[in-house]
Every structure is written in C-alpha cells, then in structure tokens.
C-alpha cells in the first residue's frame, strides 16, 4: 500500500508537471506573439507620423502687374516669377548648378500653389508679398530629423549650400510645421509631399459595396437554401465541397477569372469600382457562404420544429425563427469576409486598379484604385518620403479594418436573439 501510494504521488507530481511545463510553454508563445505585433505596430507608428506633418518655405514673390496680368492671369509664369523670388532670397547664388539646388528646395506643385493662391485673393497682386508654399521632400526630411547631417556629403540628398539655406530661412521663421490635411483631401501624386490617399479610399470603399450589394444576399440565400430547403444528395455533397475548396483558392486567381470575363468578355470600364467589386465578390462568396452554413447550423432544431408544429410552411419557419437567431453570425461572417477583401491587392493587380490615378472617382464606373495598391505603390516606390506615406496609409487600412470588426461586434449584439 505505502509503495502503490507513493507511486500515485510519483505520478502526480509528474503530470502536475507536465501541465505546468505547458502552460508556461504556451504563455512564452503568446508573449513572443504579442511582442512581434507590439514591435510591427510601433514601427509602423513611429515611421508613420512623419507623413502627419507637413512644412511650409515662405518665399517672396514679385507679384506686380509686369509678371501678373490682374485682366488675364492664367497666362502668367508662375513658375518662373517663383523661381525669382527664391533667387532674390538669396542674392549670392549665381552658378546654374546652385540656382537648380535652390529650386529644389520647393516642391514642383508650388507653381500651381501660386495660381491658387492669386485665385483665392487677387488683392495679394500689385506688390512683392510673403507666401507660404509646400517645401519639398528632401527638405521635409530634414526639417523632421531624418537627414544625418553628420555622413559625408556625398553621402547625403542635402548639400552642406542647401543645409545653410534651410538654416537660414529656419532662423527667419521662413519655414513652418502644420497638420498635414491633404494626405486626407489629396489624391495620389508622383511627388510625396503633396500625394494623398483621398482617390484611394474612395476607391476601397466604392468596391467594397458593390462587393457586399452581390456577395452578401447571394450568400446569404446559396447558404439558406443548401442548409434548409435542398435535399441530402451526391450533388449537394459535390456542391459543399467545392464551396470549401473556392475559399482556398489564392485570390490571384481571382483576378485573372475577373481579367478573362469581365473585362475581356463583358469588355467592362477597366481599374473601374464595379470589376473591383465584382472580383472581391467572387473571392468572398465562399467565405459568406460557409459562415451563414454554420450560423444557420448553430440554431437549435426545437425553433424550427416548433413553429412547423404551430402550423407554419417551412418557408415561414425558416425566415421568420431561424433565420432572425442565425442573422447575426452571417452578418460577422460577411464582414470578416470584407476584411479580407479590403487588405488583398493581387486580384485589383490584375484587372487594373495599379494604375496611377489622381482623381477621385464618382461614380463606379470611372477609374480608380484602392487602399492596398496604393501602398503597394508606394511601397515601391524609390523616394525616401514615400516610406512614411506608406507606413501612414497602413495606419489608415489598420483603423479601416478595426472599424469594420467593430462594426460587426455592434451588429452581432444589436441583431442577437437570447434563446
């Protein structure tokens, strides 16, 4: 008996343990994830939150009725009467090669800004007036700190001519630091101080409803009636598998299903919301389908032979017990199914959407592109600016997509029926 008891105790202290031993395993596991996340979501922050800043060169411009016609304004020389301002600025600069650094300092949309400016208040015109212009990248990063004045100069984008005159025009208060609205209002640009995401999320969000408007009533009604209403069958077996297998097929393919049909065979608008939408619609189809399956298949038995029993058709019971309880589990599967949506950018690749595109669409049937391409984009792309606006634009798709499952939290409590 001692010897049965202390091989009892042997073997408990060995499983006791044992489920210690994984318990710890599994909360080392969830803090590296975690830790992962925390570290991938802070770098993106901190790189992110220069493109939330923008900054202003004040210059001086010459805006007398020899360089600005007040009668005929829109044949003027912005460009160059902004150019001799920079150069008036600063008098010492004569060598070609310097005066096209000094340029540099502004960005090439200051032309367009001058315009605008003289549009929005003609009394600026008739004397030499201080405007504030949109500076340029390369100047932009320094003024953030993200230029090593220290490295050589070959070394660097900033000359040691163009680091003195950024200092001399800081000294001045020539140079300001505001929030950067127009990475909200503006589209996208070739130049990163003034390229937004406006075109781009409109674009996502145009897509994304004609996919929910398709995806969702036609899921929602496939799932009812192969859950509910269709006979047990080889067929419907053959039907439910390849259900499962579409939800595994890689959303290129997606694309290239939208490439063949839509745009070659139904010769729809290309890079347009309305192919975009009817591409994510067919990658989230099978998702809907499989989610409201499973919604409709949690709903106890006993509320649908109850109402049969009180005297209703199966079409009566189905819709008005089962369907209101199976509601919101459809719903949180349609938006889960949206998410994925939102975040692919391999099946908008191929029908179009990369292309460069700086108006906003109106209507679903102009060209646009999306959230994700537009970070592909930028991603890509070789100037040092366009890394934070790349960083801020995965912000933007990170808040969109919590947005969404919060939406769906919302909808699932509002929609829930306790039994």
């Known amino acids: 008996m001692i010897n049965l008891t202390k091989s009892a105790g042997l073997n408990l202290h060995k499983r006791n343990g044992a489920e210690i031993l994984f318990q710890s395993v599994g909360m080392i596991a969830i803090i590296i994830s975690l830790s992962f996340l925390a570290w991938l979501i802070i770098t993106i922050l901190m790189n992110g939150l220069g493109a939330a800043k923008h900054v202003e060169i004040k210059i001086p411009v010459d805006l007398s009725s ?9 044949d003027a020389s912005f460009g160059s009467i902004l ?71 070959d070394q660097r984008q900033l000359s040691d001519k163009e680091v003195t005159w950024i200092t001399q025009l800081k ?28 075109a781009a999320l409109v674009g996502s969000i145009l897509s ?28 419907s077996d053959v039907i439910e598998v390849n259900i499962n297998n579409l939800a595994a097929v890689p959303s290129i393919v997606f694309g290239l299903l939208g490439l063949s049909i839509f745009l070659g065979y139904f010769d729809l608008p290309r890079s347009s919301p309305l192919v975009g939408g009817l591409v994510l619609s067919l990658m989230t189809l099978p998702t809907i ?17 109850a109402a049969l029993a009180l005297g209703a058709t199966p079409v009566q019971a189905v819709f008005h017990h089962v369907f209101p309880v199976a509601l919101p589990g459809m719903l949180t599967g349609a938006i889960v199914g949206m998410a994925r949506a939102l975040g692919d950018t391999a099946p ?18 102009e060209p646009a592109t999306a959230l994700p391409v537009q970070i592909f984009l930028w991603a890509d792309s070789p100037e040092r600016a366009f890394s934070e606006k790349t960083s801020a634009a995965i912000i933007v798709l990170l808040l969109f997509l919590i947005l969404m499952n919060l939406a769906a939290v919302i909808m699932r409590r509002k929609f829930e029926k306790r039994l």
Do not use: H
Not at 220 to 233: D, G, H, M, N, R
Not at 290 to 304: E, F, Y
Not at 348 to 365: H, R, T
């Open 66 to 74: 020899q360089n600005v016609d007040p009668d005929n304004i829109n």
């Open 208 to 235: 994304l409803s004609v996919c929910f408007i398709l995806s969702f009533p036609l899921g929602v009604a496939a799932a009812t009636y192969l859950e509910q209403f269709a006979p047990k069958s080889r067929l």
């Open 171 to 198: 000294t001045e208060g020539r140079i300001r630091i505001k929030p950067n609205w127009n990475f909200f209002k503006n589209g996208d640009s070739r130049e990163p101080e003034i390229a937004g995401i406006l």
């Open 289 to 305: 389908i499989i989610a409201s399956r499973a919604s409709l298949r949690s709903v106890p038995p006993s509320i649908k032979e």
């Open 83 to 153: 150019k001799s301002g920079l150069r008036k600025k600063f008098v010492d600069v004569k060598i070609r090669k310097d005066k096209k650094k000094l340029y540099n300092l502004v960005s090439p949309e200051g032309s367009f800004e001058l315009k605008r400016e003289i549009l929005k208040d003609p009394t600026v015109l008739g004397e030499t007036t201080d405007i504030w212009f949109s500076a340029s990248d390369d100047l932009s990063l320094f003024i953030r700190g993200r230029v090593d004045i220290n490295v050589p100069e």
């Open 348 to 365: 908008l690749l191929m029908i179009g959407m990369v292309a460069f595109i700086v108006d906003v669409p109106k209507s679903i049937l």
